[in-house]
């Protein structure tokens, strides 16, 4: 069974920084990897995707990396800002060669709280 | 338009009550989702339908009942639901089953009483 770890739980930091946001996964037999943000009561937005083939993504400040051997990915963001504080998730996808029971799954991480104060 | 809409945004139900959750895209996407996400805790998969027919069901117990109208729509139906179901119902799509991208609805916040 996948699992997905985000570490930290909770980060803290002061406008201006660059931070990196950490997911782990244990079976290394993904389809691809997701990057989300959810603002508190809201919907999740998809930021990133990574394909299983692919090492990394970017999107303006945003870079996302997969070593998949490694099973992990990182959110790298540069240059913080207040507008971007929320829960980041990240979540794998289920590859199809996985018995076929898993395709079209997602399994998520618990999440990172980021709070970027001015 | 690439929005995934919910509604409603809110509902409060009792117990005995039946009631029906919403969700609308037109983006053309042939695989929907539904996901129930507890606070403070990530999105748990319920359903996932492709191409109109109900691919996966988390063992979900039977008081909840997706339907697949057509490639637009998704409704899930609620009927006897207990307090521990209250949640955000989380709707979402993606051009496949493969999680091409998925866009989530901003959710319907259940409170069961």
């Known amino acids: 069974k996948q699992e997905v770890t985000q570490i930290p739980a909770a980060l803290s930091v002061p406008e201006g920084e660059n931070l990196v946001l950490n997911c782990s996964f244990t079976?290394?037999?993904?389809?691809?990897l997701q990057w989300f943000r959810q603002d508190p009561g809201k919907g999740l937005t998809s930021l990133l995707l990574i394909q299983s083939s692919q090492r990394e993504q970017t999107s303006g400040r945003l870079n996302a990396s997969l070593d998949k051997s490694s099973g992990r990915s990182t959110l790298y963001i540069a240059a913080s800002q207040p507008g971007d504080s929320a829960t980041y998730l990240c979540a794998v996808g289920g590859s199809s060669n996985a018995g076929g029971t898993s395709y079209g799954k997602l399994t998520f991480g618990q999440g990172t709280i980021l709070t970027v104060h001015p | 338009d690439t929005e995934v809409t919910q509604t409603p945004k809110h509902l409060v139900m009792g117990m005995t009550n039946k009631k029906s959750l919403k969700c609308e895209q037109h983006?053309?996407?042939?695989?929907m989702y539904w996901y129930k996400q507890k606070a403070k805790k990530p999105p748990e998969l319920m359903f996932v339908y492709s191409y109109e027919k109900l691919s996966i069901n988390e063992s979900v117990p039977s008081r909840f009942s997706p339907e697949c109208p057509n490639s637009s729509l998704l409704n899930l139906h609620l009927h006897a639901l207990q307090p521990e179901d209250s949640a955000l119902y989380l709707c979402a799509s993606s051009r496949d089953r493969s999680n091409e991208k998925l866009f989530f609805g901003s959710g319907t916040q259940l409170s069961v009483l």
């Open positions: 983006m053309g996407h042939r695989a």
């Open positions: 079976d290394s037999a993904i389809y691809n």
